[in-house]
Structures are given as C-alpha cells and as structure tokens.
C-alpha cells in the first residue's frame, strides 16, 4: 500500500510560484508513475502533468503547458509539481497519485490508470 502526501500549497498572487511536493512512502518509489492532478469547484478531475517511474517519460496537458513542470527525485520518494505564472483559473484543489508502471518511460494520461491518490492541497490564486 502506497500513501502520498501532498505539501506545498497555499495562496498567492496571479503571475506568482508555487511548489508542490508529493512525499511517498509504502512502496518502491522508482515503480510508480506519478501524476499530478487538480479538481476545481464544481469541476471534473483534470490531469496536469505525468513522469515516468525513472523520469524519462513526461506529459503535460495543454492548459500547463509551458507554465507547470512535473519532476521526481527517486532518492527522495518524493515528486514535484512547479507551478509558473499562476492564473486565476488555477484555482483548485491539487492532488498526486501514483500508478504501478512495468517501464520506464511510459506515462499514465487517465485517472483510472492511477492506484493510490494523496488527500490534495488547496491551491488559490487570488488578487
């Protein structure tokens, strides 16, 4: 069984930063695919950004393109979600799931794919 617990979150201003880490433990780290997802009020889930279980594969959905960078340190069990040029809109409550993988590139694009889920950290951008 593989807990996740998502840090980071907060509230900031539009154009501004943030980080998310997402600390896992129960399992061996290196095996999962992690995701990153985000759920807005009154919103369905949405995938963000995805990394192979050994960093080589990465997807990012078009809304964070270029904005948010998903990244995993395997040493630290830990994944990070780097969140640019923060928008209104991206507003939500964000959450990391982690995904039994048997590649090293591949990257899991659906929620389904996703077996164990953090409990989410809200994130507000706000003027």
């Known amino acids: 069984q593989v807990q996740l617990v998502e840090s980071g979150g907060g509230f900031v201003q539009p154009g501004g930063s943030l980080r998310l880490s997402c600390a896992a433990s129960g399992g061996t780290f290196s095996l999962y695919v992690m995701g990153w997802f985000r759920q807005a009020s009154g919103k369905e889930r949405e995938l963000l950004t995805a990394?192979?279980?050994?960093?080589?594969?990465?997807f990012s959905a078009a809304s964070v393109k270029g904005r948010f960078f998903v990244s995993r340190d395997n040493t630290k069990n830990t994944a990070y979600l780097q969140m640019n040029s923060l928008k209104p809109e991206d507003t939500a409550i964000y959450y990391c799931?982690?995904?039994?993988?048997?590649?090293?590139?591949?990257?899991?694009?659906?929620?389904?794919?996703?077996?164990?889920w953090g409990q989410g950290t809200q994130v507000t951008v706000s003027s």
């Open positions: 990394i192979s279980g050994s960093g080589a594969g990465t």
């Open positions: 799931a982690a995904g039994r993988t048997y590649s090293d590139s591949i990257v899991y694009t659906t929620g389904a794919e996703y077996n164990y």
